[in-house]
Structure formats: C-alpha cells, structure tokens
C-alpha cells in the first residue's frame, strides 16, 4: 500500500469566472497538475481531489452557481476521493485526515490554487499533523493580491494600477520562503514525476 497521497486543491472552475483570471500566474496549471495525477496512479498514490465552497454567498463559489467544479481537462476516476471543504485549508470542514490515516497515508504531495492560500494552509496544517510535505510550486497558480486596505469593491484596474499590489510572482516566492524548510520541502513537476532526479535538479 501506498503511503503517499497528492493533494488537488481547488483546481475549479470559479476562479475562472473572476476577471483576475487574464492575470494568472500559472496558464499551464491543468496540463501540470495532470502530469502529477498521472504519475500518481501509475505509481500507486492515493488521488485526493479537493473543491472550495461558500454555500449561500451567491458568488462563483456557491454551488448553486454551477462554478464549484474542476477546470476542464481533469478527470477524477472511480474510487478517487472528492473533497469539498469551506474553509481555507483541506483538512478544517473534510475528513482528510481520516480518509488519510485509514489508508496509511504519511506523504502528501500539494499542488492547485492558490499558492499561498488552500495551498500553502493546507502544507503548513499537514506538517503539524504530523505529515512530511511535498509542495509543487509550479503546478499551483495565484493572482495579484491587493492591499488590506484596498476596498473589497475594487476592480481589477485598480488592483494592478496600486502600488500596494503584491504581484503574482511576489507571492509565490514569499510562499517558498515561508514553506521552505519549516513545513515543506519545494519540489518541481519533473523531479515529483521522476523525469528529474531531486538530488541533480536540486
């Protein structure tokens, strides 16, 4: 039995339905993630696939919107786990971690989006439980994220034009920092796959 699991965080069509879309960091996000899926299964690894909800908001995210479902070109199988959770990380508002530890699960792989949100909450609460952490920076995505103090009705315009505005690529990277030799270790979608050994691509 496999004691490694990847975790697909958020992949959904909501956050396609967001104007921030067009800024992206990621645009290769699907065929990266698919890569580490198809890995997975030829080696055995349990397929976790998890979607965010906000049942009642009314916004992309409620599930009556019709939005709360994988981006096109990613297919659960059969006896894969799906997972819906409302809060950031996968584990809080799922039974992850049971579903993990009745399979014997004590690697986790994280990849999906946001980088720095689901994704590295996830990796961060994973480590404290007691999981050894795989996170693949290059099959998560993220956007410009904006101020605190940036109105919560500001548009896209106006998120870009504000100084203030954190860049995608700036996330990302203060996201390895933080992850980093503390909760996780980065690893690439090749030396995960195998295609790159990690103690030469490293």
Known sequence: MSRSALVVIDVQESFRQRPIWAYRSNPDLVARVRRLVDAARER????????????????????????????????PRDG???????????????????LLTTRGIRELVVCGIRTEQC??????????????????????MTFPTPHRDLPETAGVEEILADPRTLSAEE?????????AGRFATIRTVDEVVGAVPADVAG
């Open 171 to 179: 996330m990302t990277t203060r996201t390895e920092y933080a992850l």
């Open 80 to 98: 894969e786990p799906r997972l819906t959770k409302t809060a950031h990380n996968a584990f809080t508002t799922t039974d992850l971690q049971l």
């Open 119 to 140: 994704c590295e909450t996830t990796a961060r609460l994973g480590f404290d439980l007691g999981y050894q952490v795989t996170f693949v920076t290059e099959a998560t």
């Open 44 to 75: 055995g690894d349990l397929v976790v696939w998890v979607l965010h909800a906000e049942p009642g908001s009314g916004g992309v995210f409620d599930p009556v919107s019709g939005h709360v479902r994988l981006l096109d070109g990613l297919h």
